[in-house]
């Protein structure tokens, strides 16, 4: 006695680009009739945009557009190509990507999370533990001298920073803060409330960057921001001076 061992049929899947280390499953034989479930798995930095193959076998898909979809296996082999393309980055990623703000701003949300980790203690002047984790980048315009002021909140706890500067972090050639502000609560306040940084945040008109970041092992936050500039009206224009010698509490001017 035998017993005759029932038709497979061969699922194919591949990916494109192939060399981005996409998780594929549902690949293998299969009886006719069989229902069969493929899913194409996420890939940090691209976005998956659908299937493709041959006409006739994409109509077996439930949704060609969905990573995860199925379809009832006719009696022939099948392929696939999930495809993917790389993720464009949000807004605030970069110096070279900043989110683009005006002042005043008013209850501004967003958060670092998906921002990513671009820039290192070293390479601000003077260096903070409190920019090693994930970072945003705003950007505004002023057009005259005022005093900056405002406040942030957290969600969460474990320490962040806001800081103003000029220039973009570099590691061979640290920006200045012009001004920063932490906390290892869930609020902060510009200019900040601890007698050691900066006190009064002078701004004079020019383009600026506003950092956001936290401190390890707190590696991203969602925060509130509001800031403020107020006009010094008839302030005659602020000496411009060289910092050296920087460090958290004193620098040389000349």
Not at 12 to 29: F, H, M, R, V, Y
């Amino acid at each position: 006695n035998f017993q005759v061992q029932p038709e497979t049929f061969t699922l194919t899947l591949q990916a494109d680009p192939s060399d981005i280390g996409a998780i594929l499953t549902g690949a293998g034989e299969y009886q006719e009739e069989a229902t069969v479930t493929i899913e194409a798995g996420a890939v940090t930095g691209y976005d998956f945009t659908g299937w493709t193959g041959e006409a006739d076998d994409l109509a077996l898909l439930d949704d060609a557009t969905s990573a995860t979809t199925f379809f009832t296996m006719p009696d022939r082999g099948l392929s696939f190509t999930a495809n993917y393309e790389e993720a464009e980055e949000p807004a605030g990623t970069s110096c070279e990507n900043p989110y683009l703000v005006t002042l005043p701003l008013v209850d501004f949300e967003n958060t670092t999370s998906d921002k990513g980790n671009n820039f290192q203690s070293s390479w601000i002047n003077p260096p903070s533990n409190f920019l090693n984790g994930n970072d945003m980048v705003l950007k505004f315009t002023v057009t005259e001298t005022g005093l900056l002021t405002g406040t942030m909140t957290a969600s969460e706890s474990g320490g962040f920073i806001a800081t103003i500067m000029q220039d973009c972090p570099n590691p061979d050639n640290p920006a200045i803060m012009i001004a920063w502000s932490t906390s290892w609560g869930t609020s902060l306040t510009l200019p900040s409330s601890n007698p050691n940084q900066p006190q009064e945040i002078l701004l004079i008109p020019g383009d600026y960057f506003m950092i956001v970041s936290t401190h390890l092992p707190l590696q991203s936050i969602d925060f509130t921001l509001n800031l403020e500039l107020e006009p010094l009206d008839g302030c005659a224009a602020p000496m411009v001076l060289t910092a050296s010698n920087l460090t958290q509490n004193s620098a040389d001017l000349g």
